[in-house]
């Protein structure tokens, strides 16, 4: 069965970097792009980047421009998530998502808590 | 990028009653690339709908999707206790994806 297991929660300063993982398995991983979406506590879903594992191609919303890079590593399926320059507004639910007909497939998401 | 704005913001009705979610796009999504997705509090969202009206694996046929182009609709033909959540609509037609703000269906 599809399995997308992330890493653990991160606490983390303003201004630091965040790195999610996101191990997948039970498919072929270059199969399919691999999203990030995240969720601030008590608001909606907000969809950030889409990874190709196949070709490594990546495309990031324009919010996020400059400070999210979505890598992969095709020899042990994991993709990544990088957040730089974290402010308090960054205080999220990271989810990573893949699928075949939409985003089938959900990770149970990162908490990632920007405090000082 | 395609904004999709979805209506009401909250329903509040009664088990056994019919809910009707809208979802408006700023502009068309051709091939009718919209899902729709259920999230109950501390879970990740599940698929429910695709391709505007095909019910996922395991979703049962009280939910379904109609519309096309700029308007689209989750019906719920008859609201079961753990019916209640929040449903988002999702435009996937665009390599820049995006979801609705969201409807909270809540127990009158």
């Known amino acids: 069965q599809v399995q997308l297991v992330q890493s653990g929660a991160e606490v983390k300063k303003p201004g630091a970097s965040v790195k999610v993982s996101c191990k997948a398995s039970?498919?072929?991983?270059?199969?399919?792009?691999i999203h990030w979406v995240r969720q601030a506590p008590g608001q909606g879903l907000e969809w950030m980047a889409w990874?190709?594992?196949?070709?490594?191609?990546?495309e990031y919303t324009q919010k996020f421009q400059g400070r999210v890079t979505v890598t992969r590593d095709t020899s042990i399926t994991t993709a990544y998530m990088e957040l730089s320059r974290l402010t308090y507004d960054d205080t999220a639910i990271y989810y990573c998502?893949?699928?075949?007909?939409?985003?089938?497939?959900w990770g149970q998401g990162t908490l990632v808590t920007v405090s000082s | 990028e395609i904004v999709l704005t979805q209506s009401p913001g909250t329903l509040s009705l009664s088990p056994g009653e019919r809910a009707t979610l809208s979802c408006r796009a700023s502009?068309?999504?051709?091939?009718?690339?919209l899902a729709w997705y259920q999230q109950k509090p501390g879970q990740a969202p599940r698929l429910l709908i695709y391709?505007?009206?095909s019910r996922a694996t395991g979703i049962p046929d009280t939910f379904s999707g109609t519309g096309s182009g700029t308007e689209f609709t989750l019906t719920i033909s008859r609201l079961e206790p753990e019916d209640f959540a929040v449903y988002y609509c999702?435009?996937?037609?665009?390599?820049?994806?995006?979801f609705g703000g969201g409807t909270k269906v809540e127990i009158k």
């Open positions: 998502v893949t699928g075949i007909v939409a985003f089938d497939y």
């Open positions: 039970g498919y072929t991983f270059t199969g399919f792009y």
């Open positions: 990874i190709n594992p196949n070709s490594g191609v990546t």
């Open positions: 502009q068309s999504v051709s091939s009718s690339k």
């Open positions: 391709g505007a009206s």
């Open positions: 999702q435009q996937y037609v665009s390599s820049l994806l995006s």
